[in-house]
């Protein structure tokens, strides 16, 4: 990203306008190359996407949030490119793990590759009443203790000590 901004005479992309930006892509493409277009692409929606994030919790609308949330993941897959590496298409633990998600939940949760990416960890927000088909599914094609089920507490971080 840093690449993409230079192209502007910026160091960091957050001071690069979205629409110059869009306006001039093939600038971007020539001077630096196509997955640069793609993971400036995903950081400008990801930064509106999180925002329209914080709004939806903050109004207890937590059907916008999970669409959101597998929107970001969509966007992850397709334009940041994160989830598999070129160097071993052949395994594609992370891409696997997500399809399941959306094949089991169609619609009722919301999943989303999670961290850096290319370790193998996915967030899922799985209903309560399909938790267990979910982990049942899940664990047979990556093993059993593959799936962490987490409660979230109702308030924030604490100081335990």
């Known amino acids: 990203m840093e690449q993409a901004a230079a192209v ?13 930006f869009m306006n001039n892509i093939s600038l971007v493409r020539e001077k630096v190359n196509d997955r640069a277009v ?14 329209a994030e914080v709004r939806a919790l903050e109004n ?21 490119q994160n ?3 070129s160097k071993d ?7 696997v793990a997500l399809a399941m998600c959306e094949y089991i939940l169609k619609g009722k949760g919301a999943w989303r590759v999670h961290g850096g990416g290319f370790a193998g960890t996915i ?7 399909m ?11 990556f093993s059993k203790g593959s799936c962490y089920v987490l409660s979230v507490r109702p308030f924030g971080g604490i100081k335990l000590f």
């Open 8 to 20: 502007f005479g910026k160091k960091v992309l957050r001071d690069v306008d979205e629409d110059e």
């Open 38 to 51: 793609l993971r400036a692409m995903h950081f400008f929606a990801e930064n509106k996407r999180a925002e």
């Open 60 to 80: 207890g609308d937590f059907e916008a949030f999970k669409e959101l949330v597998t929107e970001s993941g969509r966007s992850s897959y397709m334009y940041n």
């Open 83 to 85: 989830v598999f590496t």
């Open 89 to 95: 298409v052949e395994h594609q633990n992370v891409s």
């Open 123 to 129: 967030q899922a927000f799985v209903p309560v009443d």
């Open 131 to 141: 938790l267990g088909e979910f982990c049942e599914k899940m664990e047979a094609v």
